[in-house]
């Protein structure tokens, strides 16, 4: 299992379909996942620090899970089918719930904890990026930084 990070989100043309961004922190390998756009929006606003007057939906969970006393430790994807990827939230007590990676990564941007892939979902969909493409992820990082959250709002 490789701890991942997120690189960050954008939307796709000309399908207008966001895609969140992952890579291996000791590794090079990338891992891209089609997410909805509403997730998008959540994992950007976090990403760009931005805390909304009321609590969007990740925010509630991550309330809700410390006001009933647990402890999210960790994000998994752990799987890939038939081009979905799946997720689990690890909480104290060895607790593991079901969930999407878009959710789940919102979630362990908001609590601070590790996101991890397992080798097989890596080795199915992993991307290595040659050198001469790291330019490219440049390009990424700086499209990335240009965005706002807007941005998102009636992609399907």
């Not at 009321?54 to 647990?70: E, M």
């Amino acid at each position: 299992m490789s701890e991942m990070r997120v690189v960050g989100v954008r939307v796709e043309l000309p399908a207008n379909q966001p895609i969140l961004l992952l890579r291996e922190t000791n590794g090079d390998r990338y891992l891209p996942i089609w997410i909805g756009s509403v997730e998008a929006t959540a994992i950007a606003l976090e990403q760009q620090g931005v805390k909304p007057a009321r609590p969007l939906t990740h925010d509630l969970l991550k309330d809700v899970v410390g006001a009933l006393g647990r402890r999210l430790e960790q994000v998994r994807i752990t799987d890939l089918q038939e081009g979905t990827f799946y997720a689990e939230l690890i909480f104290d007590g060895g607790v593991k719930v079901s969930a999407r990676p878009s959710d789940s990564v919102a979630l362990a941007l908001r609590v601070g904890v590790p996101i991890h892939a397992e080798e097989s979902v890596l080795a199915e969909a992993g991307l290595v990026i040659p050198d001469e493409q790291e330019d490219e992820v440049e390009k990424f990082r700086e499209f990335l930084d240009s965005i706002s959250p807007e941005d998102f709002r009636g992609a399907r």
